[in-house]
């Protein structure tokens, strides 16, 4: 759509670049199941993101929920509300039942702390979300995990390349899970991965990911088709060359913001964690309506009404949803903090490619409170 800056905008290389690794498809009619790109790009992810085993996928939800029946999860998951509802959809097909969890006021991930009062008997797993990328507090989930014996899948779909004190963040936990979907910093166009350090895990998911099979004519457990194409493994593989540089100029684009929008009164901005490296891919700001004088919605709908389609992610919560607000955990006054932000969030536009005059336009329009329109689109 023409005069329309959106939420994102996908990375994508030269297309010229992409042409030669077509042609060895071709040459190859080798088109997916474990191919050669799909080898290489296992290993060269790994290597990239400095963890131990990776398996590629089709999308990022299924993903999860092949996580969830490699490692037998059952009863109730402990997850958050704050997130794509996708987390959410994942426990529910593998028949289990999500226990909403409040979240934390700086990095609006699960709260660590307000997690052991909702364990029962029949919880077997957490679920938290490195939401925007911001790492979870990891060691105390680890520690929580480790004294009730529960299993610790992070939904990583956020955090590509994310890095905690000097360690990747996708090395906590029994699992985590990456998205490649077109909106995320890291795309490629559908896809996502399963990312663990135990080499049982990683060939039972490579199992389950290929309906079951073992071997020619062996099936060890009822799986699904999760597998990731020849085509996609071979952009993917193409994209982790440039990726350094798209992250770079996001982050340009993220210091812009926060230099134009540091004092806006009623404004917050999620300020970079300390010993976190950050990957860009969101920059949500809350609303605060009283101090900012006009609503959150009222902000939305103007920047829209300007051509600039920021996103309310997360709005509303997985757990008002009518798939799940009958949930015990669900019911309203029970996460006063994800209640707060979800009436309160905007993610703007950011993706590498953003020009400063369109982080200029956006800006002013939101510190110009009473004004309606700018000066035409940046786009
Ligand atoms: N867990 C979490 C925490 C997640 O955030 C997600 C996905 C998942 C799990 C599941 O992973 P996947 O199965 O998707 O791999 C988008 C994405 O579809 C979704 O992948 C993502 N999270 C979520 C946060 O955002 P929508 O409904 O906002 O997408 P859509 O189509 O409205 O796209 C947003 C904007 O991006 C568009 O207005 C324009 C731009 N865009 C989008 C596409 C698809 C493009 O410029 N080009 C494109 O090809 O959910």
Aim: glycine share 6%; net charge negative; aromatic share 12%.
């Amino acid at each position: 759509m023409k005069n329309t800056i959106f939420v994102t905008e996908p990375s994508l290389p030269p297309l010229a670049e992409f042409i030669p690794y077509l042609e060895e498809i071709w040459e190859n009619k080798w088109l997916t199941n474990n191919g050669q790109f799909h080898q290489q790009f296992e290993q060269a992810l790994a290597e990239y993101l400095g963890v131990r085993y990776v398996s590629l996928f089709t999308n990022g939800m299924i993903a999860l929920q092949i996580g969830l029946q490699a490692l037998r999860i059952t009863g109730e998951v402990i997850t958050t509300p704050f997130t794509f509802v996708a987390t959410t959809h994942a426990i529910h097909w593998n028949s289990c039942t999500p226990v909403f969890c409040d979240i934390d006021p700086v990095t609006y991930n699960l709260d660590a702390d307000k997690l052991e009062s909702l364990i029962t008997p029949k919880t077997t797993a957490i679920m938290p979300v490195h939401v925007y990328g911001n790492p979870c507090n990891v060691e105390k989930l680890q520690r929580i995990a480790d004294t009730y014996g529960l299993k610790l899948f992070y939904d990583a779909a956020h955090a590509f390349g994310v890095r905690t004190h000097g360690e990747s963040v996708l090395n906590f936990g029994d699992l985590s899970m990456l998205s490649f979907h077109a909106t995320k910093v890291f795309n490629t166009f559908e896809g996502g991965a399963l990312i663990t350090n135990e080499p049982k895990l990683k060939q039972r998911i490579d199992f389950l990911k290929n309906f079951g099979f073992a071997g020619e004519t062996t099936v060890v457990a009822p799986g699904a088709n999760g597998k990731m194409d020849e085509f996609r493994a071979a952009f993917g593989l193409l994209q982790l060359k440039h990726i350094d540089e798209e992250i770079a100029k996001t982050r340009r684009v993220a210091e812009r913001y926060r230099a134009a929008l540091a004092e806006v009164p009623g404004i917050t901005l999620m300020e970079d964690l300390p010993n976190v490296v950050h990957n860009y891919g969101y920059f949500p700001i809350l609303v605060d309506e009283v101090r900012y004088g006009l609503s959150r919605d009222a902000l939305y709908d103007k920047l829209k009404a300007n051509g600039y389609y920021g996103r309310r992610y997360f709005y509303p919560l997985s757990s008002q949803f009518p798939s799940y607000r009958h949930l015990p955990s669900a019911e309203p006054g029970r996460m006063p903090v994800a209640e707060a932000i979800t009436e309160r969030v905007i993610c703007l536009p950011i993706f590498a490619n953003l020009a400063d005059e369109c982080v200029d336009r956006i800006a002013m329009l939101i510190k110009d409170v009473e004004g309606e329109i700018s000066e035409g689109n940046c786009a």
